[in-house]
């Protein structure tokens, strides 16, 4: 089942995520815990970030999300300093599904909404700006990486290489780069990974999604797993 923590304390000054997985009898959940701390002002977008509670107890609060609980369940992937919530969800038809919680908090009361993203299997991160990248299946049945401008939008799928056919998207920063890797067959195969990162930028609205590039030295096994907002991915 899908769980966020919630941390309460002001000794960072900084939104900082912790992702912990824990192996259950019944299969494996995902707990995301989320620290509110002092966020920059120059986050783009309508809603603000909480505001850090005073005090110096360090305290935590434990939610299940929005449609997670049954015999169907779901995981948590991603948390951003808007406590929006990405990940996945298991149908009633026993299929994944990519996920996204908007989770808010009224007189104390946190509650969270579920909606289904289109057109993917699995939701792996979310920026600040509320764009999300995930998975889908393409025309071949291989896993390949998406990307959705909102939670509402159809997903873009992102470009592959020559000669590759799977894609996996980890991480999407504030400025539209994103970041994951490839193989050639499955993402069982570990020896041919690649490290890629894609650009993607806004034209009239409509997303425009580079050619992915190779990270230096991030071929024979390599990936990446995040990125920050200076570009830096490792």
Known sequence: NGYFILLRGPCLNQGVRIMCSNLRRMGWW???VVTIGLFSASTASAKKPPKPP???????EIHQLDGTGGAFGGSAADINDLREVVGTVR??????????????????VVESSLSVLSGGFAANAINNLGEIVGQTYDAS?????????TPVSAAFELPLLPGYAVSWPTSINNNGLICGYMSVSSLQDWQTFI???????????????????????????GFAAAVNDNDESG
């Not at 049945?141 to 401008?149: H, M, R």
């Not at 490290?195 to 024979?220: E, H, Y």
């Open 30 to 32: 995902i707990v995301v």
């Open 54 to 60: 005073s005090g110096d107890a360090l305290e935590y």
């Open 91 to 108: 149908t009633p038809t026993s299929e994944d599904a990519a996920a996204y919680w908007n989770v808010v908090e009224v007189d104390g």
């Open 141 to 149: 049945g291989n896993a390949v990486a998406v990307y959705w401008p």
């Open 195 to 221: 490290a890629v990162v894609w650009r993607v930028t806004l034209s009239d609205g409509i997303p425009v999604i580079s050619d992915p590039v190779v990270l230096p030295g991030g071929s024979d096994g």
